[in-house]
């Protein structure tokens, strides 16, 4: 029984760790009322290791009716 196929969300290129307003590393994740995702994205995509700031911290909103 083959595993299913992940898919990034919301999209590949909002992963894209190259992109200038990626998402690097979310944490805090919620879904309020509204239907909208938020959490913190650190901006650091190695908090283990070297701990690389890729993108300065933000807070995210995504519309999870639109994906946007």
Do not use: H, M
Request: charged content about 25%; hydrophobic content about 35%.
């Amino acid at each position: 029984n083959p595993s299913p196929l992940l898919n990034p969300y919301p999209s590949w290129e909002s992963n894209d760790i190259r992109s200038t307003d990626s998402i690097v590393n979310l944490l805090r994740v919620r879904i309020d009322a509204c239907d909208r995702l938020w959490g913190v994205d650190s901006g650091v995509d190695d908090i283990f290791g070297d701990f690389n700031q890729i993108q300065p911290k933000r807070l995210i909103a995504i519309d999870l009716k639109t994906n946007e």
